[in-house]
Structure formats: structure tokens, C-alpha cells
């Protein structure tokens, strides 16, 4: 895998939680634990307690509006999440040599 970039785009305007609403204007605050620039593109890694509870993070890509503003945007390729997905594994879980 290529090298990440750690980032911190979103931290610096949102804090560590940042509240979420879906297409039903459901709202469900989101704890930010990892942001990071892979290949020009950031992504974020988020937990909402009911992913806490499943073991599970939600993964966003992070793009900038035209008002230089940020959102965050659901992965629907396959090979992207689960690119993704292996990078935060890495950085949460790093490889551990043999002792």
C-alpha cells in the first residue's frame, strides 16, 4: 500500500464529534477518529455508538465544496472502502514483528 498522509481538516473545524443527519433528517453524532490523505484524496473514519457497540467504523471520503467548505461523502466503490478500510487497519493495527 502507498504511504498515507495524517490530516486533520475536519478536527480543526468540527471538534472530535460531529453530528451527522441522514435523508430522514435523523441526526446521530459521530466521534471523528482518524483522518488521513491518501492518493490526493482525504478520508475520515468515524464511530457512532451504535457502530461502537458493533465493533464497526464508518468510513467518508472527505471533498471541499464550492464555498471552501467540507463534506463528507459515502465510499460506494468496492475497491476504494475496502482500500480504505485496509489503511486505517494498518494504522490502528500495525504489523508486529516476530520477537
Known sequence: MSLTTPSD?????????????????ESTVYQLLKEF???NQTYAVMQSE????EEEV??????SNADGEYELVTIDDDD???TV?????????PE???L
Open 9 to 25: 481538516v475536519l478536527r480543526k473545524i468540527y471538534g472530535d464529534d460531529i453530528l451527522l443527519s441522514d435523508d430522514q433528517s
Open 37 to 39: 490523505v491518501y492518493e
Open 50 to 53: 451504535a457502530l461502537k457497540k
Open 58 to 63: 464508518a468510513l467518508f471520503r472527505v471533498i
Open 80 to 82: 476504494e472502502w475496502e
Open 85 to 93: 478500510s485496509e489503511l486505517y487497519d494498518e494504522m490502528v493495527f
Open 96 to 98: 508486529q514483528d516476530d
